[in-house]
């Protein structure tokens, strides 16, 4: 090996951080190799220094003090695996105000604060990778910031939620309701207890942040987004789906009008054609197209969560890190740089975001209804492409699904408000949009 050991520090040790210790020790000779360095790891902070965990780690490693591996001067390179936005961002910034690279898999962190943190690497000469923090084991950011960079990106879409995906496949495959196949993924392991973040989108919504300030150069607040979860959907809603063609997946949805220099970012469950790549990626799989205006489109999927998927991630940003500690420089402009900001980028208007939509109306069960529900619908110019009327679980209810032509997010709006208030729509309208597009 031509260079003598780089120490790098780990503040977390749960589900990520055991992933990282594992395969670091697994694979230390052939890394060690590959980098030309070998990689030790000196200091690792943990909450609980008797907590059993699924790696045996020396305790002499151990620490409850994440600040002083963040600061101690031997360390160059720390990762960032607690979560959370508080001490995490603490350890974050007290490491790049040392010129240190610090590697994150913090989503939550980045979203909130990346401004400052990217700000802080620049003006300390520190970086910050963060690979690990959209769709796991996918190299998706390498891929934006490095074999695209020749490109603009119209479209970028995706699955970004593992649990959701998981859930949606097998309500469809099972036919079984989402309550049922939620409890399901909990006793797997594969949604947390308070599942929320996940099921309303809010999980989706944080990586769509960070891939738009990738490919765009904005950062988007949530506020700014159209952000909507799976936890409303029925097996009825599928098996519809299904008979209209489509598979129903909830993907982050990102576009670009450089015309009008104008950025639309969405979260929302989306009626996919059933032909389509996207469409079959199932389980616990994300995927993630790009549509470049050199390139065309490109897609990526592989699993997006998990011990070792995110791990490997998160080991590939450690390597990065060497090889520019060593002077290699790869990775420094991807990681320490800030896209420039497009001068006058806005948010899309709701009247230029369009696209055909799908509505499910439990109604009562009596004439004259589907007229007054198209007449709601043509007085706000929203034109139907189709109706299916099956019996809905509630006695003297019908459920009514209509698809429309393309239409925009205000019509449709305030279409809906409209439907809801009629005295024979009997439940809250489900809306979900169609997704024609081609991967």
Known sequence: MSGGPVNIGLCGLGTVGQGVWKHLQGAR????????????????AVRS??????????????????????????????????????????????????GKAVIS??????????????????????????????????????????????????????????????????????????????AEAKRLGYAEADEALDVEGWDTAHKAAILAWLAHGAWVNTRQMIVEGIDRLTPADLHNAATLGYRIKLL????????????????????????????????????IAVSGDVVGTTLYTGRGAGQDAT?????????DAVSALSGGGAGRAAA?????????????????????????LTVRDQPGVLARVASV??????????????????PGAASLVLTTHESDERSVGHALRVLGALKSVLERPLLLRIGDFAD
């Open 29 to 44: 000779a052939e890394l060690g190799t590959r980098l030309g360095r070998p990689i030790v790891v000196k200091r690792i």
């Open 49 to 98: 220094l008797t907590k059993a965990r699924g790696v045996r780690v020396p305790a002499s490693r151990l620490t409850t003090d994440a600040l002083s591996v963040a600061t101690d001067p031997q360390i160059p390179i720390v990762c960032e695996l607690m979560g959370g936005t508080g001490i995490a961002r603490e350890v974050t910034l007290a490491a790049l105000r040392q």
């Open 105 to 182: 898999a913090n989503k939550a962190l980045i979203c909130s604060h990346g401004a400052e943190i990217f700000a802080a690497a620049r003006r300390h000469g520190g970086q910050f990778f963060f690979e690990a923090s959209v769709a796991g084991g996918i190299p998706i950011i390498k891929a934006l910031r490095e074999g695209l960079v020749a490109n603009r990106f119209p479209r970028i879409y995706g699955i970004l939620n593992g649990t959701c995906n998981y859930i949606l496949t097998q309500m469809e495959a099972q036919g079984a309701p989402y309550a049922q196949v939620l």
């Open 252 to 287: 982050a949805l990102i576009t670009r009008d450089f015309d009008r220099n104008e950025l639309s970012v969405r979260v929302h469950p989306t009626l996919l054609p059933v032909a389509s790549v996207m469409a079959g990626v199932g389980g616990v799989f994300n995927a």
């Open 311 to 319: 791990a490997s991630a998160v080991i590939s940003d450690i390597a």
């Open 336 to 360: 320490a740089e800030l896209p420039a900001s497009p001068s006058r980028l806005r948010r899309s208007p709701p009247e230029r975001i369009r696209c055909r939509y799908y509505l499910r």
């Open 377 to 394: 619908m043509a007085r706000h110019r929203v034109s139907i492409a189709s109706v299916l009327q099956t019996p809905a679980e509630r």
